[in-house]
């Protein structure tokens, strides 16, 4: 049996179309990147310390909760550039300066809390315009 030159050609696309053929991408499985707002995994931010601190305004003493935050870089697909911001327990949302974010640890504080008081944040990773779904972090003022 003697095959033509185009029965080889042909053959040879058939075999490198079915090669090439990939699984369908359902967007809704997608959950394991932490930029994602609908990230599924480890917690992407880590609790490393708290404290309560007093400040004054004119003569008046306040205290205020300091949360020290650890962002677990590990988790990215590949090393990339990556924000900050927070959302603080009254709803009020804050973005952490590129210069705070030093060794991949960064500083959330609520003003004006009181002693024995647990305060919540909710930290999300964010680039190119877009925010992750985060996690939540607290803090029990002292």
């Known amino acids: 049996m003697k ?22 991408i359902d967007p809704e499985e997608l959950t394991t990147n932490p930029f ?16 309560t601190v007093s400040y004054q305004i004119d003569t008046t003493t306040f205290l205020k909760l300091e949360v020290d935050v650890q962002v677990n870089t590990a988790l990215f697909p590949k090393p990339t550039n990556y924000i900050v911001q927070y959302e603080l327990p009254s709803g009020q949302t804050l973005d952490v300066p590129l210069a ?13 809390v009181a002693p024995g008081i647990r305060y919540c944040f909710h930290p999300r990773l964010g680039n190119n315009g877009s925010y992750g779904s985060g996690n939540t972090i607290c803090g029990t003022a002292e």
């Open 3 to 24: 095959f033509t030159k185009g029965a080889y050609v042909l053959f040879a696309c058939l075999v490198a179309l079915g090669a090439c053929k990939k699984a369908e």
């Open 36 to 51: 994602d707002k609908d990230y599924v995994g480890e917690a992407i931010f880590g609790f490393v310390s708290e404290r």
């Open 100 to 112: 705070d974010l030093q060794d991949d640890v960064f500083t959330m504080t609520v003003l004006e």
